[in-house]
């Protein structure tokens, strides 16, 4: 079974370019879940889907980040423009819709904003 | 609102030492705790959970965690070090009313094996 995937591993873009991440949870799982490390810091949590709704993004920083669960299946976040401080590794994570409270991760995305 | 401290975002043990790697969790409600590893260049993986059974849970490559309530605590040990255990541990906690919650997470322990 293949694990949650992300695309791209690596982002170097400058500030006020638009990046967006891609995520393919693990097929079936109905959770999916998107965090981020900034230089060395906690993980923390930006904000958990439910199929395609949004079930909680309090996390999410402000209104340059958008992201998207269309048809409940992959996941992409947007950044526009995007700013020095949104550098960080991004994670994605995916668990099943009920009875298992392990979360997935994928290998994240490590976005550099020059 | 949940939180959860790590001491020591930096700890180095020997090669066949004890491994203990500290975690420390507030929560309002009876949490679910989890250590996640990180190897370099890959993703996070589950080490070992606390789901409200034993209170002494065993996980993956001869780690395990003991939850004290009354400590508020979860740390993780590991009787006999491997060089192969380099990598940076996360302690984790979520909120275990209907499962499937957001994860609070420390700041992260990098372990290094001294040979």
């Known amino acids: 079974e293949a694990g949650v995937t992300q695309f791209p591993s690596h982002s170097v873009i400058e500030k006020g370019q638009t990046v967006t991440l891609r995520c393919d949870p693990i097929s079936g799982h109905d959770n999916l879940y998107w965090y981020r490390r900034v230089m060395g810091k906690e993980i923390k949590f930006l904000l958990h889907f439910v199929k395609e709704s949004k079930q909680d993004e309090s996390g999410m920083p402000n209104n340059r980040f958008l992201a998207e669960r269309t048809g409940g299946t992959y996941s992409t976040l947007k950044v526009q423009p995007a700013e020095l401080e949104d550098s960080g590794v991004y994670f994605c994570?995916?668990?099943?819709?009920?009875?298992?409270?392990?979360?997935?991760f994928g290998p994240g995305t490590r976005l550099l904003v020059l | 609102a949940q939180s959860v401290t790590q001491l020591g975002s930096h700890v180095s043990v020997s090669e066949g030492a004890l491994v203990l790697l500290r975690c420390n969790y507030s929560s309002s409600v009876p949490p679910y705790l989890f250590w996640y590893v990180q190897y370099p260049n890959q993703g996070l993986q589950l080490l070992l959970k606390y789901t409200s059974a034993a209170t002494l849970v065993k996980g993956i490559n001869g780690f395990e965690a003991e939850f004290k309530k009354s400590e508020t605590s979860f740390h993780l040990t590991k009787p006999s070090a491997h060089m192969s255990d380099a990598a940076e541990y996360f302690c984790a906690v979520s909120e275990s009313n209907f499962g499937n919650e957001k994860l609070t997470f420390g700041t992260g322990t990098r372990l290094t094996i001294i040979p």
């Open positions: 994570a995916s668990s099943p819709l009920q009875g298992e409270e392990t979360q997935y």
